[in-house]
């Protein structure tokens, strides 16, 4: 059966740039945005350009270089905005304007001073502005996560008819649980009115770390969009990361649900994004992460060696990684000293390696690490 696809809005370059301290210029955005568009993303978000004239160049030229992806920009439920994010996407072969409203009471209470009303009078006001500016618009109901579903019902019902294609449900906060949120989807599908005209699209923050599995709990009831960045960077404890919801989908085809990336690239792009914004990945982040192929406990050790699927359920290379890693430290066992030993051409038999064994640990009890270039001299002290 062909699998459903869903949609992959990648905004690294908008929400992953709001990491404090972290600002791309628009050469970095420029190499990162050819990068998503090799890698197979579906829309680029590039920006919010009415935020500053640096992010407006930015989505300028992000949009002149991108051959096939969407290119969006972001704006808030105001016309100014509306109008420079249509100014900033007219060279895109294909733009998208991004504008929307907070729906949930403490957003219309506190941040608006307003009431449910007023709310979806802006909202459908600002898409039908936007839509007479650019085809393709997607409507974020901002801190959907902690919205009344019926209120987003109607908020989506009606920003439907004023023109979305695409309906964002934010999880802002990051609130919500995997079941909360899935059933929030599957919610909007059974009572909104026209939504099978239109995309549903998650977007999921980490506070509580479940970003990815709100995500993914989201495609499974249906929606067809998941918006997430490379490495999961962005404000506060991030968004969902793009490798991790990719590669959920990929190791489990019983979902019926993938992307169109690239996953062979996913290392490289998490290299780069990490190296532009002088942001360094965790060691142990799924998928990209310096350990996460990598294996230092001898039990485990043994059985990479022996048969890589043992411990790992994806192989390397998919996601661009040249090889598992078998690192020698004093937790490793004979088999791993053995076969990096016999790497760097140093074949030694079960009677030697019992004898190396013994002053590698002495060695690596001392050391955090043991490199190859230690390996000849611990031989040499062993006097076989
Ligand atoms: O988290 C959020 O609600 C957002 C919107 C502006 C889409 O980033
Ligand atoms: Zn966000």
Redesign the pocket.
């Known amino acids: 059966m062909p699998k459903d696809i869903v949609h992959i809005f990648d905004?690294t370059l908008r929400?992953g740039e709001q990491v404090p301290g972290c600002k791309l210029d628009t050469k970095n955005k420029l190499i990162i945005a050819e990068q998503l568009e090799a890698l197979g993303v579906d829309v680029i978000e590039a920006g919010f350009p009415i935020s500053s004239p640096g992010d407006f160049k930015s989505v300028v030229e992000i949009s002149k270089l991108i051959k096939n992806t969407t290119v969006c920009g972001?704006t808030r439920a105001v016309k100014k905005d509306i109008d420079i994010a249509a100014d900033a996407l007219k060279y895109a072969k294909r733009p998208r304007i991004?504008t929307?409203i907070g729906t949930s009471p403490m957003h219309i209470k506190y941040k608006f001073n307003s009431d449910k009303d007023k709310i979806i009078l802006r909202a459908t006001e600002a898409v039908s502005y936007a839509k007479s500016k650019v085809e393709d618009i997607e409507f974020?109901a901002?801190?959907?996560g902690r919205t009344d579903n019926e209120f987003l019902a109607k908020i989506c019902e009606a920003v439907i008819k004023a023109g979305a294609t695409v309906l964002?449900i934010?999880?802002?906060t990051g609130y919500c649980l995997p079941e909360e949120y899935g059933s929030k989807i599957k919610f909007l599908k059974e009572n909104v009115s026209g939504v099978d005209k239109v995309t549903l699209s998650c977007?999921c923050?980490n506070d509580l770390g479940l970003a990815t599995a709100n995500s993914i709990s989201g495609a499974l009831n249906g929606a067809r969009q998941i918006?997430c960045t490379i490495n999961g960077i962005g404000e506060r404890a991030g968004n969902t990361s793009l490798e991790e919801v990719v590669m959920i989908m990929r190791q489990h085809p019983n979902l019926n649900i993938d992307t169109a990336i690239n996953s062979q690239l996913l290392n490289s792009i998490s290299q780069l994004v990490s190296e532009s914004m002088a942001m360094p990945v965790q060691p142990n982040k799924a998928i990209v992460g310096a350990n996460a192929f990598s294996h230092s406990s001898g039990i485990h050790q043994d059985g990479v060696i022996k048969h890589r699927e043992t411990y790992e359920i994806i192989d390397p290379k998919d996601v661009g990684v040249n090889e598992s890693t078998i690192l020698l430290t004093a937790r490793s066992g004979r088999a791993a000293l053995a076969y990096r030993a016999k790497i760097i051409g140093i074949n030694l038999d079960k009677r030697q390696l019992d004898k190396v064994y013994k002053t590698f640990l002495t060695f690596a009890d001392k050391n955090k690490e043991v490199s190859d270039k230690d390996i000849p001299e611990i031989v040499k002290k062993s006097n076989l």
Do not use: R
Request: avoid cysteine; hydrophobic fraction near 10%; charge should be negative.
């Open positions: 905004t929400d972001l991004h929307g974020y901002e801190d959907a964002n934010p999880d802002t977007h923050h918006e």
